[in-house]
């Protein structure tokens, strides 16, 4: 167990990028691979009324993915 008390998993590369392809099927059933995973991405919104980017409060990683059905992007 972690120091937070949760259970964590002991996954090899291999079997978490087929896990984060599972899930990411779940919501777009076109995905048929994962080509590579960005660690660290940050997004931004522009914010008119105070005329700038803010950044987002979590930054996450991002997969970029093959999917079958062409023409369409998933963002």
Do not use: C
Request: net charge neutral; proline share 5%.
């Amino acid at each position: 167990m972690s120091q937070s008390g949760k259970l964590m998993p002991n996954l090899d590369q291999n079997s978490t990028k087929l896990l984060n392809l599972t899930v990411l099927q779940r919501i777009d059933p076109y995905i048929e691979e994962i080509l590579i995973t960005a660690a660290h991405v940050t997004f931004y919104e522009f914010n008119i009324d105070l005329n700038q980017w803010v950044r987002s409060t979590s930054p996450f990683s991002w997969p970029v993915v093959g999917r079958t059905l062409k023409g369409l992007y998933l963002w």
